[in-house]
């Protein structure tokens, strides 16, 4: 999970929600996760991160 060289996080608040969108600059493959917005970017980053991963079918 350490390389996230090629992934483009985007941010977006909402009132009290965060929706983070994470997009594979190789393949296009784009996620998003839902969460609340005060102080938890890191997790969802994180947590989209797995997400897209999963998606693709590689490892974490």
């Known amino acids: 999970m350490s ?6 996080f ?5 009132g009290s929600y965060a ?8 393949t296009g493959f784009e996620v998003s996760v839902v ?9 969802l980053k994180r947590t989209a991160l797995v997400k ?3 998606m693709m079918g590689r490892d974490v």
């Open 3 to 8: 390389d996230q060289e090629g992934v483009i």
């Open 10 to 14: 985007e941010i977006i608040r909402i």
């Open 19 to 26: 929706k983070v969108v994470a997009v594979d600059t190789q």
């Open 35 to 43: 969460g609340p917005a005060r102080g938890y970017d890191t997790l």
């Open 52 to 54: 897209l991963y999963r």
